[in-house]
């Protein structure tokens, strides 16, 4: 009745859509067969959204390493390969279903004898590198709730999420390309106290224990079985760099986390073989976030692909793409649009090669644009059509809005359509559902398996963020419309809205008329207040051909925005730089940007959340700061 890999054809996809929405408990108690149970949940679902109770698949019992390795060599797979690792020298490290379990099993052991047990918290400070995959597994295996913090936090900030969540263990690798990664899981090891500090890899530190020396302490890995859990227990916890200063984890929940990521990425992920009849995807996407955790390592191992991965990490060279098709010609690849963006500085239009592509991009982290997705239909896959966009926020766990790779369900640069089983509503500031085209809030009038369950120690947080702005909704903050084919489409956040002359408006519309421009890749407007009131700061990154007059190009653009908004939208100042600030998951960090025009930037700022810190050090000489 749900078949999760919808038909090409827009009628078939609705049907499909309703019919999930009509019998909601049954459509995803099917997806719930995707993975094995030690002990049958009684019932689907359970949601209070007054209360921001949310809980899936009650008194079910599972283990998710078992889901993802074991199940594989019991069907008789174990030779084939699971993990793909390509390092700075084009070195190949390759791991079985077979081999990569019997490394989970022995560091299991060893984290076991170090006194973790189910229930306890690991810290993984690490870029992604195999030893990732090894202690996620490892932890999962035992009940261990794991960690990932991304590999750009500062010291301090690391420090503040061990102490927030009580972490058991702290794992750090001393191997890492990044040598500024390297000088932080230093300085890290020395501000830690009263837990060990595992270096996952060959180096070894003052204060570390290594690698080999933690897991030969195992015990016999024979009498190390997988911990049943049941399937609200926490599996991991993402952790924000929150502005606040006060650290925000967000945790889901074993059960709907591995379900829904195994069912989401079935459907998405089409079922590409190689020559062998292997299926495989290229991870371009930071583990340390819902994307990567269920698109880069749960959903792709539940279903049995090879996972690629690199030292080059989020921002793969031309080299390492064409490393990886040479490996396995028909990955999947999943990426980022800030990669695509390098991909075009570093490449230019040339494809990849003309008879090793991608079959599909999926794309996720931030905006999607027409003119990104039609350069990655030409480069790096052989039709826009293949090149998909994904809406994975931070606390949804998986996509739950996305387009697919079939041209009537395929628009360019719409955030997509909504997930089999979830009901997307938008919410005008009236608290009324807002007609087609009309701009408004995205909310959703029920829960879905994988959704963030809390924040950590913080549930009246949890409730504020994302229950009480409207009641009966989970809330998001994004700005959105539905067009008149049911797409979704992006129009900001919502805390973005200034108001100039007397007008509110979005920055993303002016944006949007500044990026129609053909010379204009990229743009970020922000608001100034002084005296007189708001001013309008316009942020533009150039193409890279752009060779036109500086002055001449303001005036067009200023005269864009004036007929397309009106006057009173036009900015008092624009501001031209090579690249813009961005997050690990690729988003504008407009607070900096605000806080550049305004001139209250210095360089002593901690950049620990952002991925190019010198985009920032490139604006405050610009103006002078």
Known sequence: ????????????????????????????????????????????????????????????????????????????????IALTFIDCENTIRTYTYRELTDEVITLAAALQSNGLKSGDRAALYLPDIPETFFFILACARLGITYVPIPSRFTPEVVKDIIGDCAASLLVITLDAASESYISRAKSLAGMVNGIPVVSAGKTEFEGTISYEAFRSAGADTTAIPAVSVDSEH????????????????????????????????????????????????????????????SYGLWGPFINGYRIFISADGENPSVDRLHRMLEENPCPALLTTPRTIVSLKHEHG??????????????????VLTPRLVKYAGNVLTDSAVNVINMWVQSESGAAIINTYPHGELNRAGALGLPFFGIRPQIVNHLGEISRTNESGQLMFSG??????????????????????????????????????????????????????????????????????????AESAVVSVGDDEGENIIAFLVLERSAEADRDALISELSGYIERRIGEFAMPTRYIVTEELPRTRTGKIVRRILRRIASGNMSIDEDLSHVVNPHSVDRLISKQGL
């Not at 094995?36 to 899936?56: C, H, I, L, Q, Y």
């Not at 760099?241 to 059960?255: D, E, K, L, Q």
């Not at 239009?349 to 931030?366: H, N």
């Open 349 to 366: 239009d040339k494809p990849l090669s003309t008879e090793r592509l991608f079959p599909l991009v999926a794309v996720c982290g931030d």
């Open 234 to 293: 926490p599996l991991l916890i993402l952790y924000a760099n929150s502005a606040t200063g006060i650290p925000r984890g967000s945790v889901f929940a074993t059960g709907g986390f591995i379900v829904q990521a195994a069912a989401s990425f079935a459907s998405i992920f089409p079922d590409v073989t190689d020559k062998h009849g292997k299926r495989s995807m290229a991870c371009c996407v930071n583990l340390a976030s819902s994307a990567g955790q």
């Open 1 to 80: 009745m749900f078949n999760l890999i919808p038909s090409s054809d827009m009628q078939s996809f609705r049907r499909l859509h309703n019919q999930s929405l009509e019998h909601r408990e049954d459509f995803w108690q099917k997806q719930s067969k995707l993975i094995t149970w030690d002990k049958p949940f009684t019932r689907v679902m359970d949601e209070n959204f007054s209360t921001g109770s949310v809980a899936w698949f009650i008194e079910g019992k599972l283990n998710a390493c078992s889901n993802a390795l074991d199940i594989h060599i019991q069907n008789g797979g174990g030779k084939d």
């Open 447 to 520: 829960s879905w398996p994988a959704m963030i369950r809390t924040i950590w120690g913080q549930h009246e947080r949890f409730l504020e963020l994302y229950f009480r702005r409207l009641r009966g909704y989970y809330n998001t903050n994004d700005g959105v419309r539905i067009d008149g084919d049911g797409f979704y489409w992006f129009m900001g956040r919502l805390d973005d809205v200034i108001k100039v002359r007397g007008q509110s408006l979005a920055t993303s519309e002016i944006e949007a008329v500044l990026i129609s421009h053909p010379l204009v």
